[in-house]
């Protein structure tokens, strides 16, 4: 990746705005606090529905919620596609 740090110098409230409030959720989360690693009992796979993950070749969209660590669960989705999804 190239940055310009020129420019987000002269950016104040952006680029490291955005970098603050992502660190101060990665510190905030426990799910990302981990000492050890993931394993199947820490995630829940999703698809356009809960639980229902689609593995199939044309799937543009992964989702999981990561457990544990005394969070209340944090969702992740990634639609690769090239149209929004809608999730239930």
Aim: hydrophobic letters at 40%; zero cysteines; glycine letters at 10%.
């Amino acid at each position: 990746n190239w940055l310009d740090w020129q420019a987000v110098t002269a950016d104040v409230g952006g680029f490291t705005r955005f970098m603050r409030l992502l660190i101060n959720f990665r510190r905030n989360r426990p799910e990302l606090k981990r000492t050890k690693f993931v394993n199947h009992e820490d995630v829940q796979w999703h698809g356009e529905e809960p639980g229902a993950p689609d593995w199939s070749d044309t799937s543009r969209l992964v989702a999981y919620t990561m457990h544990g660590t005394g969070g209340t669960g944090l969702f992740v989705a990634f639609n690769t596609g090239h149209l929004p999804r809608a999730l239930v």
